[in-house]
C-alpha cells in the first residue's frame, strides 16, 4: 500500500496568494483528517471527514481556509488569501471505523 | 487547562537507559490511548495502541494506561539511538474515524 499521499511536499509562496494542498488517502479508508503541526501549538485538527462529508471543522482557523472532499480518493486544503502565520506543516491523516489514523509525509507551507 | 498535557522536553538520555515519556489528560470520557513517532521531517507513526487501563507490551516499548488517575505512560527499555524522535501522545474517545486530541509532543534523544 502507497500509504497517504500527500502533494506538494514544499510549498514557498507570497503573502496574499491562494495555497492549495492535497491528499490522496489510503484506499478503502473512509475517513480522512486535515492537521496543523507548528513549534508553538504542536498538532492542532483542522477539520475531518467520515465518508467524504465533513463532520468537524471547528478547528478550522479562519474563513481563508476551506477543504473538500469530492470523492473518496482526494480532498483539498486551500488557503485564500494566505498569510505568514499560516506557516507550518501541514498533515493528511486517513483511517477507518475501527483503525486509529495513518499520517501522509506532511506539506512544509512557508508564507513569505 | 488543555484537554492533554505532555511536557515538550527535550529530554536526552544515554543509550541503553530506560526512558519514560507521560501525558496526563483531563477528560474522563476519553477511552482510547496512542502514542505516535514521528521522526523529524516525517509524519507522525502509530507506535503503540491501547483502550484499556493497565500494561501493553510491544518488544522494548510498554504502553501503561492509568485511567483512575488520567495519566498514561510510554516506556522505552534498552534505548537505541534509532528511537531518537518526537514522541506525541494522542487519545480519543472512540475508536477509530474520531477525532483524536494529541499532547504536544517530547523530542527524544538517545546518545551513542
Known amino acids: 500500500d502507497a500509504g497517504v499521499i500527500q502533494s506538494p511536499r514544499h510549498e514557498v509562496t507570497e503573502m496574499g496568494q491562494e495555497v492549495t494542498l492535497r491528499c490522496k488517502p489510503i484506499?478503502?479508508?473512509?475517513?480522512l483528517f486535515w492537521y496543523r503541526q507548528t513549534m508553538m501549538r504542536g498538532l492542532e485538527l483542522l477539520i475531518y471527514?467520515?465518508?467524504?462529508?465533513?463532520?468537524?471543522d471547528s478547528g478550522m482557523p479562519e474563513d481563508r481556509f476551506s477543504a473538500k472532499m469530492p470523492n473518496a480518493s482526494f480532498s483539498t486544503l486551500k488557503i485564500q488569501p494566505s498569510e505568514p502565520r499560516d506557516s507550518a506543516v501541514y498533515f493528511c491523516?486517513?483511517?477507518?471505523?475501527?483503525?486509529?489514523?495513518?499520517f501522509g509525509p506532511g506539506t512544509r507551507l512557508l508564507v513569505l | 487547562q488543555k484537554e492533554v498535557e505532555q511536557d515538550p522536553g527535550p529530554l536526552s538520555v544515554p543509550e541503553g537507559a530506560i526512558v519514560s515519556l507521560n501525558c496526563t489528560y483531563s477528560?474522563?470520557?476519553?477511552?482510547?490511548f496512542m502514542w505516535y513517532r514521528q521522526y523529524s521531517r516525517k509524519g507522525p507513526e502509530l507506535l503503540m495502541y491501547?483502550?484499556?487501563?493497565g500494561n501493553k507490551e510491544d518488544g522494548r516499548f510498554t504502553a501503561q494506561v492509568d485511567k483512575s488517575s488520567k495519566y498514561i505512560s510510554l516506556f522505552i527499555r534498552d534505548s537505541q539511538p534509532s528511537d531518537s524522535a518526537t514522541y506525541l501522545c494522542?487519545?480519543?474517545?472512540?475508536?477509530?474515524?474520531?477525532?483524536?486530541?494529541f499532547g504536544q509532543g517530547t523530542r527524544l534523544t538517545i546518545n551513542p
Open positions: 491523516a486517513s483511517s477507518t471505523p475501527v483503525e486509529t489514523q495513518y
Open positions: 484506499s478503502g479508508h473512509n475517513s
Open positions: 491501547t483502550y484499556s487501563s
Open positions: 494522542a487519545i480519543g474517545m472512540a475508536s477509530g474515524a474520531q477525532k483524536l486530541v
Open positions: 477528560n474522563s470520557a476519553f477511552q482510547y
Open positions: 471527514f467520515n465518508n467524504n462529508v465533513p463532520i468537524d
